[in-house]
């Protein structure tokens, strides 16, 4: 579905507007499901976890549901001490009356700028204005955003118990990304009927193939989360491990989370191209992870990638200082279908065609140890100069 979203789900609602964090644009958006939903979350690993991260997993831990998700953009509301973690409270006591729900059922989350209270009157008027706003995920996609480009959502439609069955998703970052989550923030909706232990062991899996294989640039935020919510409305049997489907579920999930992330990717702050690492034949598949990561978010393989510079040297010093065991004799590397190393060996390549390759948006990087049968894809960009005039201004 390329014009998908949270909403194409049944029962689900979205949208977002100005509430006057940001000086202009659209500030404060909202997800709704019309009946409780099963949920799930995964978080950044930066040990200073921001005060809406905390509130929320607060909120899942009780019931494991939930039925609305607030987010505001411009302020992190990290590093704020305990009035920022009243205010996020507050944040989720007055979303929640307003939908007339208990308090659990709500998550908040915020993301910008880190160190600074959020201003809680604009944030309740905002709440208050909610009924005013046309519901439209366009709206919500714009509300979430900080430096990205551009908005970011997608849904997929699946059969499964003869049931017509929606995933829907959105989602934000653009800097401070980094793989193990980063600023970046998820919101997977489905009309799918899914056991919550198997949502959320599918969600952790799948995060670490898709948005956990990303990297901007090296830096992991304080205030990231990918959230997932299953509100049954489709009235398919219920989805366990052990449903004859499981897969089709699971595999629906994973192509949206993917989706998601190379969007992400693609939108890396000043970034023109998106780089995508395929590591092949490795001996195990955390070694396939770690050195298609540690390549991709290479600054001198990404400044490379930005000149079309051809410079497989960059590539193997990176694979190099990944920490894992090769053998140089059995790899080959290529720049899409060009190979620059063949059994651990230089091969002349026409530079005119490499410059070719290189000078187009999407870039793929292959890397074939030929020491095992395990594989994992990595992805990120290219470093330019307005990431540096981009991070250089951000907070003045």
Known sequence: MSDGSVISPQGFQAGGFHCGIKRKRPDLGWIYSEVPADAAGVYTTNQFQAAPLKVTQESLAIEQKLQSILVNSGVANSCTGEEGLQKAYNMRASFAQHFSLPEHYTAVVSTGLIGTQIPMEKVKQGINQIPFHVQEAEQFGRSILTTDTFIKHIAIELNIDGQKVIIGGAAKGSGMVHPNMATMLGFLTTDAKVDQDDLSDALSEITQSTFNMITVDGDTSTN????????????????????????????GLKIVCESLSKMIARD??????????????????????????????????????????????????????????????KINVYLGNITVIENGNPVSFNEEDALSYLNQENVQIIVDLNQGDSDATAWGCDLTYDYVKINAAYRT
Not at 317 to 325: D, F, H, K, R, S
């Open 268 to 329: 890396g702050e000043g970034a023109t191209k998106l780089i995508e690492v395929e590591v092949k034949g490795a001996s195990t598949n955390e070694a396939a992870q770690k050195i298609s990561k540690t390549i991709v978010g290479s600054n001198l393989v990404k400044s490379a990638v930005f000149g079309n510079d051809a410079n497989w040297g960059r590539i193997v010093n990176a694979l190099g200082y990944a920490g894992e065991p090769i053998q140089l004799e």
């Open 224 to 251: 990231d989360m990918v959230l997932a919510m299953a509100n049954g409305m489709a009235e398919n049997n219920p989805l366990t491990k052990d449903h004859p489907e499981w897969q089709v579920f699971k595999q």
